[in-house]
């Protein structure tokens, strides 16, 4: 796990983003993510993987909290998922593989399963994301 030094705005800024998508509201949230992550200086996989898609779901385990995933699609068409915690009060925290797992189980297996959402990012603003 990788700890990212965060102001206490970010969890309000996905938060944000959070009532708009669940309100039916807001439109290209994955954009909306990607520059969020960006503004955080926020390092996921580089290439070869394509990233695929932007996930995002609300943990049941630990309150005011969001888990963004970042998909990505391996040369062999399998699926990988890094998943990024922004929890109010806390750094955000960037999870690879199985270490989500860890500490919140219900997230076992998440990147073969459907999320609360998905969307997939303008490719503009994937290529400017590397």
Not at 25 to 37: E, G, S, V, Y
Not at 38 to 66: G, V
């Amino acid at each position: 796990m990788k700890v990212r030094p965060t102001s206490s705005k970010s969890y309000y800024e996905v938060k944000d983003i959070s009532d708009g998508v669940y309100a039916g509201t807001r439109d290209n949230f994955a954009n909306d993510i990607i520059k969020l992550i960006k503004k955080y200086d926020t390092k996921l996989r580089p290439s070869p993987h394509i990233k695929w898609a932007i996930t995002f779901s609300i943990p049941t385990q630990i309150k005011n909290s969001f888990v963004i995933g970042i998909r990505y699609k391996k040369q062999d068409n399998t699926f990988t998922e890094d998943h990024i915690m922004f929890q109010k009060g806390r750094n955000i925290r960037v999870f690879s593989k199985n270490e989500l797992e860890k500490l919140l189980p219900e997230y076992k297996g998440s990147h073969k399963g459907e999320p609360d959402f998905i969307e997939y990012a303008d490719k503009e603003a994937i290529i400017s994301f590397e």
